[in-house]
């Protein structure tokens, strides 16, 4: 568990360094990056309704990443998530239904588990790059969302803007009070969480996908189905950037517009590898990951940073990790001259 | 007669910046690495490309500057993907966040003001011939420059010995380890030089193709420069081929909107991702053909026994 901490560690250097050289006081704009967007209830209920997305899709990223399934896709999995749902909550005839939640949470998770079909099926069945094909269906599902907000979806009563018609309150999670935006969508992750552990620590198919991952030819060798990892891996991820979406429209958004994702299903991804792909690990890369979010988008309203510098992080972050990593397998040694 | 010339040229312009960065990648692949950061490394390319312009450096130098920020983009992965052993996906995907964010971090201050673009040139006589001039010498150079850099590259991975020696460490680092090449330096070499590949993509995006600055203009165009290595099955010829068909089709789906087509633009925009994965999936049936030309040390670190 070392690497994350020096990860992080070196990334906050790095971070320091940078924002000297960009002539603001280092330990200044550190403090308002990560310490004072966490110095009030507010700023508490937003750290918690950021990570929560983050983790729940890292929790089943790591799946597939797991067996060496590489779901680049999540974002546009959330997307045709949100959008299915808010479709429900939309068009389900009677609108203030205690049925309209249930209906979709389910909406948004097969809506994203079959949005991952695809590359899962082109993967098992055509031997398709899988990478490739969910980052193109990410791009696809972008468009969807703009067309859908632009024209079909367009809420006539609003103004000409791109989104669609607020959702009814029975379409919504109740947040816990309503002077904050966090809602009990969370006990979903918390729920997402506990799953993973169960799957990755208690499973049989759990174990069988880390073989698959670590050691393909011993997995085949054992009789363990390649194509049972690959739909296994993409339906996990699917489901939970589905649902994940989902809890963004019946959530803090309340509405689709033509964005509606600050990259919580690229940064998941990140979030899997500090992580360490197992259950508790993710729980504090997506607090810190949820963290990056948060501070750069305080730093962006008080010192007028771009929030840029959130995926900057986010990328020297994930380099430290990697880095880190070699010195944890590997020992340097001084090698004489002449050996 | 205009409408398909108008077709014809766009074409080949749209293809020039995946014919950069899809060889640059072919060059990295063959070496048996896969850096799948292109995108993040054409985002800092025409990035750094735009500053220099809005800097008020000439456009030789503003093309320089982002080849080069494309270098030193993939420098962070090869001293991670060679150095440090790690997993070349994760790398990868490392430089193409990192890209993104420094890039729109750049970019902050452009505005949203288009810049002269990089000239065209009328080739003396030659542009004068009906149809075929202004179909084929009517262009900017680096149109012409991605042309040259397909011969030179093949020339170089096919008949040089330094393509071969490149090429082996491709198929078997152990191979040309025993034989006393020096693996990791040719592998940093082949990198360095996708890097620079992809920066000139990136660069003729934000210089010459759109004009201006637009956050994330590459708009996956690094990665459907990926998804052409191995349409083209590892070799320079497809990989042109591949380009100019993902250039025409980009066109086709523009003019398409230009002309009013009944089909919501965003459908027709989705056309070329659309594409990318029909087309992936047509030449994975062909397992053999893509066996035959794939560097069978793709993506595995490669660490020399002492």
Not at chain 1, 275 to 294: D, E, P, T, W, Y
Not at chain 2, 78 to 94: D, E, K, M, S
Request: proline share 5%.
């Amino acid at each position: 568990m070392a690497a994350p901490v020096i990860a992080t560690v070196l990334t906050l250097l790095v971070g320091s360094l940078l924002f000297a050289v960009l002539g603001y006081d280092p330990l200044a704009t550190l403090q308002a990056f990560f310490i004072t967007p966490l110095n009030s209830l507010n700023g508490l209920s937003e750290w918690l309704l950021k990570a929560s997305p983050l983790i729940l899709i890292a929790c089943g990223l790591a799946v597939g990443f797991r067996a060496n399934v590489w779901n680049i896709g999540a974002e546009g999995q959330l997307i045709i998530g949100a959008l299915a749902a808010c479709g429900v909550g939309l068009f389900y005839p009677n609108p203030d239904s205690w049925l309209l939640l249930p209906l979709m949470f389910f909406a948004g998770a097969i809506a994203g588990m079959a949005w991952a079909a695809i590359p899962a099926f082109l993967r098992a069945r055509m031997n398709t790059n899988e990478i490739l094909v969910t980052l193109m269906l990410t791009y696809i599902a972008t468009l969807l969302l703009s067309w859908l907000v632009h024209g079909p979806w367009r809420d006539p009563a609003g103004f000409n803007y791109p989104q669609t018609a607020l959702l009814s309150a029975a379409a919504m999670f109740e947040p816990f009070d309503y002077a904050y935006r966090l809602n009990a969508s969370v006990f979903i992750t918390v729920v997402a969480v506990f799953l993973m552990w169960l799957f990755t620590d208690r499973s049989f198919l759990g174990y069988k996908m880390s073989v698959s991952g670590a050691a393909p030819l011993a997995a085949r060798y054992a009789g363990f189905r390649e194509s049972a990892a690959v739909w296994t891996g993409l339906l996990a991820g699917g489901a939970a950037a589905g649902i994940a979406g989902m809890a963004e429209v019946s959530g803090p958004l309340g509405q689709l517009s033509p964005q509606i994702s600050p990259g919580y299903g690229f940064a998941a991804i990140i979030v899997a590898f500090i992580g360490r792909l197992n259950a508790f690990g993710i729980v504090l890369g997506g607090l810190l990951m949820s963290l990056l979010f948060l501070g750069g988008e305080a730093v962006q309203m008080n010192l007028g940073l771009s929030a840029a510098l959130t995926r900057i992080f986010q990328g020297i972050l994930l380099f430290f990790l990697l880095a880190a990593d070699f010195f944890i397998f590997y020992r340097l040694r001084r090698i004489p001259e002449h050996a | 007669m205009d409408l398909f010339i108008a077709i014809f040229t766009g074409t080949i312009i749209a293809a020039t910046p995946l014919i950069f960065a899809a060889l640059g990648e072919l060059v990295v692949e063959k070496s048996g690495v896969l850096n799948l950061g292109i995108e993040g490394m054409m985002l800092m390319g025409a990035a750094f490309a735009f500053w220099a312009i809005v800097a008020g450096l000439p456009m030789p130098v503003a093309i320089l500057a982002g080849a080069l920020a494309g270098a030193a983009a993939s420098l962070l992965f090869g001293v991670l993907a060679l150095t440090f052993l790690t997993n070349q996906y994760a790398a990868g995907l490392a430089l193409a966040i990192f890209g993104s964010g420094v890039s729109a971090f750049l970019g902050r201050n452009f505005g949203s003001a288009p810049i002269d673009a990089l000239k065209k040139i009328y080739i003396p006589y030659l542009s004068d011939i009906p149809v075929i001039g202004p179909m084929l010498f009517r262009f900017d150079p680096m149109v012409y420059f991605a042309i040259i850099m397909f011969f030179v590259i093949s020339w170089f991975l096919y008949r040089t010995k330094g393509g071969l020696v490149l090429r082996t460490i491709g198929e078997s680092p152990e191979t040309a380890h025993a034989i006393g090449y020096p693996v990791i330096r040719i592998r940093y070499l082949a990198v360095l030089f996708g890097g620079l590949m992809a920066g000139l993509a990136g660069a003729y995006l934000s210089v010459a193709y759109t004009p201006l600055w637009v956050e994330n203009m590459t708009a996956g165009k690094g990665w459907i420069s990926l998804a052409l290595v191995v349409f083209a099955t590892w070799r320079p010829l497809r990989v042109l081929l591949g380009a100019w068909l993902f250039g025409g089709m980009t066109i086709l789906q523009l003019q398409g909107q230009a002309l009013g087509i009944a089909v919501p633009s965003e459908l027709l925009s989705a056309l070329p991702y659309l594409a990318t994965i029909v087309v992936l999936v047509i030449i994975s049936q062909n397992r053999q053909m893509l066996a035959l030309h794939f560097p069978a040390s793709l993506a595995k670190p490669f660490r020399p026994a002492t």
